[in-house]
């Protein structure tokens, strides 16, 4: 991966800065590299990603944030479940205890805790598993130990449900620390490719391709070239056939060449990308009026085109 600047985003970051890390050990004697050595970089990368091989718990800022997104959700699951069952054990206890209190809401009804004119159960399970537990408690005739109708039972399920919600806290808790602490890596990280890039600055030409092995672009690069100078056109040594010829442009990494046959193409042909300064273009009509132009180009961008006309031998 080649890039213009140091990324922002999560993916793009991580990827320069693993080239950063491995170009930084093998050259940093080569170019003299100061402020941003070998060890503080690989060190800052590696609390990121984790260090190769390592157990995924400890595999970098990055990897402990997945294991406690993991643990929430292993306890959001088990705090569902835990609700599910006071619901279920709350509907088997209303319907059990219709026997002894009326198919329908009384004042009976309110000692086992149903108040509110309704024999419906309420969304959340805790508080009318406490007035079972509590009912069952006083009124031990009416349990059922078959269906496991009992106050022990509610009890088990309030205390379930409770260690529930403390542990869905807790991995919450423990998920935000977990992502502040890959926050601060990340900013870490990125940081310090920063600084070895400014470091680099002062170091190598904006021409060197070692740039690349780091990870970056050419600062070369990061400039259109100039505009193409010099462009001659002349006759081949066959009939339909001109050579063409131009001058270096400054930062250019290779050049497009396009013909357009006067009164012939209706628009212009591209005869190819080159990476030399001389083409040789054959097939034309004898005759006829050639527009030749040619473009430079790099990865920041493309030239105008400079044009050139020959009547063809």
């Known amino acids: 991966m080649v890039v213009q600047i140091v990324p922002k985003t ?17 050259l940093a004697a080569v170019l003299n590299i100061k402020q941003n050595d070998p060890d503080t970089v690989t060190t800052e990368y590696y609390d990121y990603v984790g260090q190769p091989g390592t157990d995924p718990l400890t595999a970098g800022k990055r990897g402990q944030l997945d294991q406690k ?19 279920a054990y709350n509907a088997r206890a209303l319907d059990h205890l ?22 419906a159960l309420p969304h959340d399970p805790k508080p009318l598993l406490l007035k079972f537990r509590a009912y069952l408690a006083l009124n031990t005739a009416h349990e059922l130990p078959a269906t496991n109708v009992t106050a022990a039972q509610a009890n088990a399920l309030v205390l379930a449900i409770e260690a529930a919600l403390l542990a869905e806290g807790a991995a919450i808790q423990a998920r935000d620390l977990a992502t502040r602490a890959r926050d601060e890596s990340f900013e870490r990280l990125r940081d310090r490719i920063v ?9 190598i030409e904006d021409d060197d391709m070692r740039w690349r092995t780091f990870g970056f672009a050419r600062p070369i690069d990061r400039r259109i070239p100039k505009a193409i100078a010099g462009l001659t056109l002349r006759a081949g040594g066959h009939p339909g056939e001109i050579i063409v010829e131009w001058a270096a442009s400054v930062g250019a990494e290779n050049y ?6 006067q009164t012939v193409d209706s628009e212009a042909v591209e005869i190819g990308l080159f990476s030399d300064r001389m083409v ?11 527009i030749v132009s040619v473009t430079a180009r790099n990865p920041a961008g493309e030239t105008l085109p400079t044009n050139s006309t020959i009547l063809v031998a």
């Open 98 to 119: 219709k026997g002894f209190l009326g198919r329908t809401w009384n004042p009976d009804w309110t000692a086992a805790g149903l108040t509110g004119g309704s024999l």
């Open 195 to 203: 600084g070895l890039r400014n470091e680099l600055e002062q170091l």
């Open 10 to 26: 999560e993916g793009g970051l991580v990827s320069v800065a693993g080239q950063c890390a491995t170009a930084v050990v093998s």
């Open 69 to 87: 997104r993991k643990a929430l959700i292993a306890t959001q699951t088990v705090r569902r479940n835990a609700i599910q069952a006071g619901r």
């Open 280 to 290: 040789i273009i054959s097939g034309l009509p004898s005759g006829k009026s050639v």
């Open 256 to 261: 497009r060449v396009v013909r357009q046959v």
